[in-house]
């Protein structure tokens, strides 16, 4: 099982990749908020767990694997993000507490979770 830190990572490579095109150990670190050195040390990880494919000093991509872990992250805080906005959350906190959510919540309830929030949207609630 990947670690809450692995996931931030994968969701940041995502992100990055989807605004940039590419990214590098300094995207990374500096999206984070930590040491190149640090980020290098989990890059090495999740390369070792064939999540990413990193070279140093020529970039990181995702695997098939690692996009869909990814994808999948990066999905369900965006459905938090969206509920905790919807309900008048200040945008710092919202941000906060939707990546907090996005590791520990079951199948079940992102489901139900992104139905809320649809239909919040469609203002039948």
Known sequence: MLSRTGE??????YEIIEKK???RVKDIADSLEVKPSTAS???EKL??????????R???TLTNDGRK???LINARYKIFLRLFELAGVSPKTAYRDACILEHYVSDETNNAVQALVE???????
Do not use: F, P, Q, S
């Open 47 to 56: 390369a070792v767990v064939n999540l990413i494919i990193y070279e140093k």
């Open 69 to 71: 872990v990814a994808e």
């Open 21 to 23: 095109g590419y990214v």
């Open 41 to 43: 040390e989990m890059l």
């Open 8 to 13: 931030n990572y994968l969701r940041t490579i």
């Open 119 to 125: 239909k919040l949207e469609l203002n039948k609630i």
């Open 58 to 60: 020529r970039g990181i």
